[in-house]
């Protein structure tokens, strides 16, 4: 079955310090694409960062990098030098590609507090 | 550049009532997304529509249905609403045939139903 298992419902960080959310995956797809999104109290999902499964490299964007690690079936994201703005719901999510067409499938989210 | 916008913001219905929600995708996209987000939930795939067409469906009952117009914007419609359909209905929209395929979401509509 495919799915996303995100085992920390809540997280807490030290503001400026780093901090790693995790995710794992379960897919048979060999072609598929792993994704976080912030959602702040708004409501809004914000893309932050986006790993294809061929990606040899490990994606970064600014603040954001995303520990693959393929054979554990892992996705982490690290987020460093913590900011009191990223305190946020964040969920890791995969886009399957199931008869030509994507389907996503998204875990059930970790809430990130950031303690000044 | 205008990103993914959703209307109305809140919606209130009662049971058994119909529902339609609208969203207008990205500039330059040309697929659109849709999830249902319980609260305390992560969202779950309705379904997706590209070149007005359902491509692909989650675990949805037909009560959930939708449409895509030719400027790209979309439709999702609810039919004989339960209790259980109070819920953040979020858009998603992207560019096809991109690597990625990166979706980004709108605000958000906030459903209730008494």
């Known amino acids: 079955a495919q799915k996303i298992t995100q085992t920390q419902p809540g997280m807490f960080v030290q503001e400026k310090e780093a901090v790693t959310l995790d995710c794992t995956y379960d897919?048979?797809?060999?072609?598929?694409?792993l994704f976080w999104y912030k959602q702040p109290s708004s409501g809004e999902m914000i893309f932050l960062i986006y790993?294809?499964?061929?990606?040899?490299q490990n994606a970064t964007e600014g603040r954001y990098s995303l520990n693959f690690q393929k054979a554990r079936k892992s996705a982490n994201l690290v987020i460093s030098a913590s900011q009191l703005g990223d305190s946020a719901m964040y969920f890791c999510a995969m886009r399957v590609d199931p008869s030509g067409t994507y389907k996503y499938i998204f875990g059930t989210g970790t809430r990130l507090k950031v303690l000044a | 550049d205008a990103g993914v916008t959703q209307s109305p913001t809140h919606l209130i219905k009662t049971r058994g009532q119909q529902v339609t929600l609208r969203c207008s995708p990205k500039?330059?996209?040309?697929?659109v997304s849709w999830y249902q987000q319980a609260l305390g939930q992560g969202p779950q795939f309705i379904f997706q529509y590209y070149e007005e067409e359902e491509r692909q469906r989650g675990n949805f009952p037909d009560r959930f249905s939708g449409h895509q117009f030719p400027n790209y914007s979309s439709e999702l419609n609810v039919n004989a609403l339960l209790l259980g359909d109070s819920a953040l209905y979020l858009c998603a929209s992207s560019l096809r045939l991109t690597r990625t395929d990166t979706q980004y979401f709108g605000p958000g509509t906030r459903l209730t139903v008494l």
């Open positions: 500039s330059g996209h040309d697929t």
């Open positions: 897919t048979s797809d060999q072609s598929y694409g």
């Open positions: 790993q294809g499964s061929y990606d040899e």
